[in-house]
């Protein structure tokens, strides 16, 4: 093997050979002359530099093509004949944080496994390189982290148990390619257009500072047509910079230099780029980066939409204004403009039909992108079973919300009033044995199981942080077992407690999302109540041991199954400190802000600041439903493949 090709980094993933044959592992520590690797084997291998290989660099050559067992075995030492879903699930995500891309279609251990580097993706090596040396220039430097590395929003201090990251595994088998910015079809067409423009001509202040530019002049030319009673019908990236828009009442405008908190993280183009490669409207352009154009180019069907946007009266005008400085507009011509360019008018026949192809009906395009429409037309067929897609009473229901802050529907919880997350998975929830939902089923149950622990944990927090260091058993036994009406519950051992609550999951959710912070107890009851009822239910244990076995919260409940002889007060104290530890956990590993701490039976504050939400997780429902209200989606557009 030969590791001169990319240098050996602390975090690689890299291939060598071992006593049993080859395997897999990631660098831990580099001396002089010997490196220590961590196989995913679980041993440690202190070896020399020239026998080892960056995966990255393996799948080039020879290791393209094998098959998936063959792949499981080098990672993991185990070959197995049946490949075990979850097991599967493992080796992917390790390939995919790696920067390497597969064949989604492989599913069974005999199957072919096709790998290939991901060309988005750089080693740690060269994300060293480029920051450190701006080879390119600095347009495209400044751009190169944002298209290399995965889009996360801002860290949240709504996460203390660090169950997010599953909830959005959950939320790429339902909708992949969706975001909880992607809520508006007409920037699809915007962007297409953007990036035809922009790549087509030269810019002395650079193709991106245009971009921006356009965008700011799009936002402005639709808030002035929509006007102060317009401002929840055309909701956009920047929506709450409306009022202040409008407020000015001159005749003339230029464009302004900020709607957008942040614009370089939070406009159109860094949160829609990476649906716009799902659609099959962009592919990576490493030569137009080089070139300092943006680093996408359109494919036929981007064509398409790009050309879509052009026909439109005013959009010439609108890129000749995005490429002067301190021009103005008058406000009547940009009203028009507005009129013409709105989102809510991309429900044409044509339109339509382009924007299906790719969010819908991808055929003839790559497999990742014939992959993800799959799943997003499965998703679509089922809602549309259950009557939940197209119907006066779902579409009267909320429409994303917008935070300025971030330019977009950012919250990672609903609010307290069901939205669509909410009103779809409780839904699914109770028809869970009905055939061919699976992912809804495995998401409502994550989402139900991961509000009964936060509300234990938000009751806890919100106890220490209004009254301080608080002995557990003391105070589960002064207020929160004192204050409740249902005695017998807390007295009943573990089996026998779910027979005395006899509210259903449904109305336990409702009580702990309409309960304010100051009935700390009543949450904490009504969690722990919602926490035994779902798993008293064997369907769904059966579903939480198989789909969701890598989810942040099991270790806690297969420890749970330990308390079956203890009593309600007990199995409540063992939740929080369980709880507590792994908020310890999801601090170390995560560096998400630590609220508690734990010190025997106490519990104190670590660093309390701001509260914390209780609800629904994002599953992109609302973006979703803003997208089929832009296009005017029909039940014959679904069931015909969008002809």
């Known amino acids: 093997m030969d590791g001169d090709n990319n240098t050996i980094e602390i975090g690689e993933l890299v291939r060598f050979e071992a006593e049993y044959g080859p395997r897999a592992g990631i660098v831990l520590q580099i001396n002089p002359s010997k490196i220590l690797i961590k196989g995913f084997d679980t041993n440690e291998y202190w070896l020399e530099k020239e026998n080892l290989e960056l995966y990255i660099d393996f799948i080039e050559g020879e290791g393209r093509a094998r098959k998936l067992k063959t792949v499981y075995e080098e990672f993991f030492g185990v070959r197995y004949n049946r490949m075990p879903s979850k097991n599967l699930e493992t080796l992917l995500n390790i390939l995919q944080k790696h920067g390497i891309s597969y064949n989604p279609d492989a599913k069974r251990a005999d199957d072919p496994f096709r790998m290939h580097r991901n060309k988005a993706y750089l080693t740690n090596t060269e994300r060293t390189k480029y920051s450190a040396k701006p080879i390119l220039g600095d347009e495209i430097s400044r751009l190169l982290p944002k298209w290399?590395?995965?889009?996360?929003?801002?860290?949240?201090?709504?996460?203390?148990?660090?169950?997010?990251?599953?909830?959005?595994?959950?939320?790429?088998?339902?909708?992949?390619?969706?975001?909880?910015?992607?809520?508006?079809?007409?920037?699809?067409?915007?962007?297409?257009?953007?990036?035809?423009?922009l790549n087509e001509t030269h810019s002395d202040t650079g193709q991106y500072d245009v971009l921006k530019r356009l965008e700011r002049a799009l936002v402005l030319c639709e808030s002035l047509y929509h006007g102060k009673d317009g401002l929840k019908d055309c909701i956009h990236l920047g929506n709450r910079s409306k009022m202040r828009l409008l407020a000015n009442g001159v005749g003339n405008v230029e464009i302004p230099d900020k709607i957008l908190k942040r614009q370089d993280a939070t406009g159109c183009y860094n949160l829609y780029k990476n649906s716009m490669i799902s659609l099959g409207f962009w592919e990576e352009d490493e030569e137009a980066a080089i070139k300092g154009l943006l680093p996408y180019r359109l494919t036929k069907l981007g064509e398409k939409i790009a050309d879509l946007f052009e026909k439109r009266n005013y959009s010439s005008e609108l890129l000749r204004w995005a490429k002067e400085k301190e021009t103005k507009r008058s406000v009547i011509h940009l009203e028009n403009w507005g009129e013409d360019l709105c989102f809510l008018t991309y429900g044409s026949i044509g339109e339509k039909k382009t924007f299906l192809e790719g969010f819908l009906f991808a055929k003839g395009h790559s497999d990742r992108v014939v992959y993800d429409a799959n799943l997003r037309l499965k998703t679509l067929i089922a809602l549309d079973y259950e009557d939940l897609l197209i119907g006066d009473s779902i579409n009267e229901m909320q429409a994303p919300v917008t935070d300025e802050a971030y330019g977009a529907a950012v919250s990672e919880l609903e609010?307290?009033?069901?939205?669509?997350?909410?009103?779809?998975?409780?839904?699914?929830?109770?028809?869970?044995?009905?055939?061919?939902?699976?992912?809804?089923?495995?998401?409502?149950?994550?989402?139900?199981?991961?509000?009964?622990?936060?509300?234990?944990?938000?009751?806890?927090?919100?106890?220490?942080?209004?009254?301080?260091?608080?002995?557990?058993?003391?105070w589960i036994a002064k207020d929160v077992v004192a204050g409740s009406r249902n005695i017998d519950f807390w007295?009943?051992?573990?089996?026998?407690?779910?027979?005395?609550?006899?509210?259903?999951?449904?109305?336990?959710?409702?009580?702990?999302?309409?309960?304010?912070?100051?009935?700390?107890?009543?949450?904490?009851?009504?969690?722990?109540?919602?926490?035994?009822?779902?798993?008293?239910?064997?369907?769904?244990?059966?579903?939480?041991?198989?789909?969701?076995?890598?989810?942040?919260?099991?270790?806690?409940?297969?420890?749970?199954?330990?308390?079956?002889?203890?009593?309600?007060?007990?199995?409540?104290?063992?939740?929080i400190k369980a709880l507590i530890l792994h908020h310890r956990g999801v601090f170390e590993r995560k560096h998400k802000e630590r609220w508690l701490d734990i010190d025997g039976d106490e519990v104190y504050a670590f660093e309390i600041s701001g509260d914390m939400a209780l609800g629904f997780h994002s599953y992109r429902f609302p973006q979703l439903m803003s997208i089929i209200r832009d296009i005017e989606l029909s039940r014959e557009d679904l069931h015909n493949g969008g002809q």
Request: charged content about 25%; overall charge negative; proline content about 4%.
């Open 148 to 197: 290399i590395e995965p889009e996360e929003l801002p860290s949240s201090s709504r996460d203390p148990l660090g169950l997010q990251a599953f909830a959005m595994h959950l939320a790429d088998k339902l909708l992949p390619g969706m975001t909880v910015f992607t809520s508006r079809a007409g920037y699809f067409f915007f962007l297409s257009w953007a990036l035809k423009s």
């Open 415 to 474: 609010d307290k009033e069901p939205g669509y997350n909410q009103f779809f998975l409780v839904h699914y929830f109770d028809n869970r044995k009905k055939k061919n939902i699976e992912p809804f089923v495995d998401a409502a149950i994550y989402e139900i199981l991961g509000l009964s622990l936060n509300a234990i944990f938000a009751g806890v927090f919100y106890h220490v942080k209004n009254s301080g260091r608080t002995n557990i058993p003391k």
């Open 491 to 575: 007295d009943a051992k573990l089996e026998e407690a779910v027979k005395i609550s006899r509210e259903s999951e449904r109305k336990l959710i409702s009580i702990i999302l309409s309960l304010d912070t100051s009935s700390q107890s009543g949450v904490i009851e009504a969690g722990l109540m919602l926490l035994m009822r779902v798993l008293s239910d064997e369907f769904n244990r059966q579903v939480l041991n198989s789909h969701l076995a890598e989810c942040a919260f099991q270790d806690i409940l297969e420890d749970l199954t330990t308390q079956k002889e203890k009593n309600m007060r007990q199995v409540l104290e063992f939740l």
